[in-house]
């Protein structure tokens, strides 16, 4: 096997794939990381030379010299370099685990699955939790009927993210990259894995079905001088009638709170981060279950272990394909389609959290934890709550096809709209 990347989230591809190499399950051979010269330490972390993997600055030179010793290629790359890697990959015989998102421009993601038609393998899309053994037999038991119709899906996300996060690198807070549709936020990128897991409890049509958006309305904002949203609302209409709500911030005190929502016409079914899931009827938790997920170099080490499982022919199928991430990347895109702008909070509504533990200061929206649980309680947006930093009239519900350039074209007027903001000047925001 080979890995695109070595540091960021590649780092912890590493560190699985070396578990898995003790236990003889993969040979790794090669990895490339175009900031080679400053990923020293990893690779010797990794124990690169003793383990034999070649080190390239290249994707292309790695897999020129090594394509031949390979079945199967992990890619850890940016989101911008997906579609090539994928593609490179695929055209030269080889599975691939790709990161999630594949992408978040839905044209980008049909090429990326006719690209993927001819292949031997399906290419596995590396979300973290629809293979736990929990969540599945729970989608069995919503589809068997045992708690009535479903009725309503949602998520609440709160993942504190500092400043320096969305300075990590090139592409971090962007909506465009050069010509290519980016799209990266808290819902697109980090607490993507949930909206995910959302749509694949919505699937009525079976087990491996993720049900697409029909109607979305949404209000998105951004606290961070970025282009991109790092708070979200949004509700709508899912196939099948289902409703969903979804309110996600990286602009929080809190540092990693999450709650998955499954209301069925007889039972109210949650599951919060800590792993403890509980099945509610008339307000009463009639079962617990556990619903504990790994930490993550567990979590991706076990997700990894089931793709080369599945390569051997003891699964039948990735737990996510290209095809599956659909739903989600559809959602995602009309996240941008229904607002007319991405709102910059003022920074006299805004607080500094500094000497943060989770790595800098940090731009939090003072009480937005409570605007979230309100809005996955009755479903009023910031600005028809009256919320003091909302803007009025940002929610227009968007429930057409998305035609070719539409997405682009609205991704320009919504750039055009971060442009005219001025910049934040960090001394004039009160400390938290
Ligand atoms: N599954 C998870 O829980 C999880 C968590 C974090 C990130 N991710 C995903 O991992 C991927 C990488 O994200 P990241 O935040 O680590 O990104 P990043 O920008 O930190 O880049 C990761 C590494 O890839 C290298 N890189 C850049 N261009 C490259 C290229 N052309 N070829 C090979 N390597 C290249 C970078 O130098 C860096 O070392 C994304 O798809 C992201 O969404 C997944």
Redo the contacts with the bound molecule.
Sequence with gaps: MAV?????????HHLALSKLEEENAVHVVAA????LEA?AAQCEAHRFGSRGVAAYK??ETMLALHARELDAIAI????P??RE?HSMSVGLGLACYL???PTLDPEELEDMIATDLPAAQPTAV???HISQPWRLRLKERVLAGEFGRIVEVGFSGFWRRPIGYFA?????GKLMFGDKILLDSCCG??M??YLHNMLFHAGTGGLWDWAHPVEVAAELYRSNDIESPDTIFARGTLEGGTQFRIAATHACETRLRQREIIRCAEALIEIPEDGCGTISRRGEIIERFPAASLP?PD??RENLREYLAFLAGERSRPSSTLADCRAFVSLNARLYLASSCIHRIDDAHLSLLAADDFGGITLIIPGIEQTCEDFMTDGMLPSERGSAWAREGSARPFSGEIAPDLLRQQISRLQACAREAPPRHLDKIRKA
């Design positions: 695109a990347g070595i540091g960021g989230f590649a780092d912890l490339c990381d175009p900031a990923l290249d994707f850890s790359s940016p989101i370099f997906h890697h990161e999630k998102p590396g979300f973290n990590r690198n090139g592409w971090a990128n980090a993507s894995h993550p979590l991706l």
